[in-house]
């Protein structure tokens, strides 16, 4: 009898983590590359990646 492989599948406690806001989802947007660039300096100067600058941009948006 073989025995049984503990690689792969799904396993509990496996994968990423929703964050404190739940999971994420892809969303894709286009915008003015201007945007971007500017977008690229503030997530430099704050050591951010875009998802995250993204995603405060929005919460404060919905704040509002």
């Not at 590359?33 to 690229?40: I, N, Q, S, W």
Request: with cysteine; hydrophobic share 35%.
């Amino acid at each position: 009898m073989a025995k049984k492989s503990n690689v792969g599948g799904k396993r509990e406690g496996a994968g990423r983590k929703p964050g404190p806001d739940g999971p994420t989802q892809l969303v894709a947007v286009t915008v003015p590359k201007k945007f971007v660039k500017e977008l690229d300096r503030l997530c430099k100067t704050r050591e951010w990646n875009r998802s995250h600058a993204v995603t405060e941009a929005i919460r404060a948006l919905l704040a509002r």
